[in-house]
C-alpha cells in the first residue's frame, strides 16, 4: 500500500484548479481542484502515517472526481485525463481495500 498514487492526484488536482482559475477566472475550477487536492493529500499523509481511514478517502476522492469529469471526458484532453487518472486510482484503492478487508 503507497500513498503516493494520492500525493501524485492531490498536487495535480491543486495545480489543476489553480491553473484553470488562473486562465479563465473559474471559481469551480479553483473549488473543485483545491478541495479534491486537499482531500486526496490528507489521505496520503493518513495512509502514510498508517492512521485509520486514509485508504477510504483517497478512494473517495477518486471516485468524487471520476463521476465530475466522467461526463465531460470527451470535451478535451484535460477532462480524459482527469477520467482516466481517477479511475486508475480508484481501481488501486480499491483493490488495496478489498485486499485488507480479506
Known sequence: MS???AYVMGTLCLVGGLTGFARTRSI???VAGVSVGVLYLWSADSI????ANGLEAALGASALLLLSSAP???KG???AVLTATSAVTAYYYGKTIYALRQ
Open 3 to 5: 500513498a503516493y498514487p
Open 28 to 30: 469551480p475550477s479553483l
Open 48 to 51: 502514510r502515517r498508517g492512521t
Open 72 to 74: 465531460r471526458a470527451a
Open 77 to 79: 484532453p484535460v477532462p
